[in-house]
């Protein structure tokens, strides 16, 4: 952990990078994404020098400072630590910050692969496919819960939004750091692939043909959710076995990071990751 | 249904209601509540007539008008439907009125009170109680999931959100107006009169006693669930018998709408209900 920096001057150079950050963030700025909190910290501590994502900068609300110290100390000495009062930090940041924490996180410059990713994962693995995932909240949710029960891998397909937008990161409690993910291509594609590489795969629809609680154990299991809404495309329903969820007709089906969360506990405990 | 009558003037004191809807609605307005979207429409159209919940007056974008007549037709004449472009909406409302449809909703003057929503209960009774609730989108996802897996009721204690709160009902998918349920008093003081009434309480925790699958049946059941963060207070914990569900250790415990989900899909299947 480096000596912390004060830092006085809201338009100091230093603190660029975390300036008007809410609404940066909707543009995205190119290899960069925004940490909010401690739960998210800590995760950023534990991924920072495990060679995917790093920590750039972190700036801390000075009465936190203390409190902080023990998720503080895991990061090197090259990572600055800014400290600045509420009202400093207000006036970067552009609104109330009263998370006491922010961090700048660098992505990798080359993530993992798809084929990469599959060939990584253990004889027995769970992984949570997720097709058009376009709300931040679901994104994260998915994320948390993959984190939950053990899933192996995350694999989002290009139409999906970005899992490191601030507020899917944050809802995933910083799942998104800890749970190896691809975002790329097209999801028969990403599915066929799992096939090939000895995965039973699993479309979940209120259409489904199976009840999650009769989907048969396999020690390489994948789950695919569809896009709210629309739910998955014909072609994935067409060319993988599905399963449903029961609930109370005539309803909306349920939110799909819920259905994800149902299917992955079940699956989690017939493979004995929970 | 009424005849939809046409407003050109943002300033119409017809529309008043609908004034800069997002900030007026964190101040609340007595008795009165914000739909937005045709889903939750729907359901304040099922509601209405049953006695508990009214419309009092509907906005619908010029454009949407017909894609609405189903539910429309579905109010009686004497709501008043208003009619207009999107450039006055939103000069109404005050943003960006993509959903095409806002009305103002009206409670019961006299809502349920505890002892007779659990008077009213079937023999067969599954109930979510809430403790300390207090994020909106977690209030309205135990909604969701309540409605989905046949819960005859939620039970809030006073210390517990608004589950009309706009957010939350949207997110709720219209569930709070289709569940009944009370928000007020003591928690303990619910679990009492729900215990005293023949149901099989169950406190959910990370550190339950019995894992959500080993939960034996019983006719009446609730599942108690508790604050975000800080989980349910000792005193429930102490009197009731405890469930946890099973996830990967050194994690932030589940979300509690995804985890009272797990909990209900459990029970409800047990008790026959989906």
Redesign the interface.
């Given at each position: 952990m480096g000596a912390p920096i004060a830092i006085d001057d809201p338009a100091d150079p230093r603190v660029a990078a975390f300036r008007d950050i809410r609404e940066r963030d909707l543009v995205g700025r190119q290899g960069r994404f925004v940490v909010e909190g401690t739960?998210v910290l800590r995760m950023l501590a534990a991924a920072h020098g495990k060679g995917r994502f790093r920590a750039e900068t972190i700036l801390v609300l000075e009465n936190r400072l203390a409190g902080l110290a023990d998720i503080l100390s895991d990061f090197p000495d090259d990572v600055p630590i800014y400290v600045a009062s509420a009202a400093v930090i207000d006036a970067i940041a552009g609104f109330n910050m009263h998370r006491g924490v922010l961090a700048i996180g660098v992505r990798p410059e080359a993530g993992f692969d798809a084929q990469a990713l599959i060939a990584g994962l253990p004889e027995r693995a769970l992984v949570l496919a997720g097709c058009g995932i376009s709300n931040h909240?679901n994104a994260g949710?998915l994320f948390?819960?993959a984190?939950?029960?053990?899933a192996d891998a995350v694999m989002l397909d290009a139409t999906s939004c970005d899992p490191l937008y601030r507020k899917a990161l944050r809802v995933s409690?910083g799942?998104v750091l800890a749970v190896p993910y691809v975002r790329e291509g097209d999801m028969l594609d990403l599915l066929g692939r799992l096939d090939a590489a000895g995965f039973a795969v699993w479309g979940l629809s209120p259409r489904g043909e199976v009840e999650i609680?009769d989907i048969p154990v396999s020690p390489r299991m994948a789950l695919v959710m569809g896009t709210e809404g629309e739910g998955l495309p014909p072609a994935v329903m067409s060319r993988f076995r599905t399963a449903r969820?029961?609930?109370?007709p005539q309803?909306?089906s349920?939110?799909v990071?819920?259905a994800a969360?149902?299917a992955l506990?079940r699956i989690?405990?017939l493979q004995g990751?929970?």
């Open positions: 739960v909240d949710s948390r819960n984190a939950a029960f053990g409690v799942s609680g969820i029961a609930q109370r309803l909306d349920l939110n990071a819920m969360g149902l506990y989690a405990q990751k929970i």
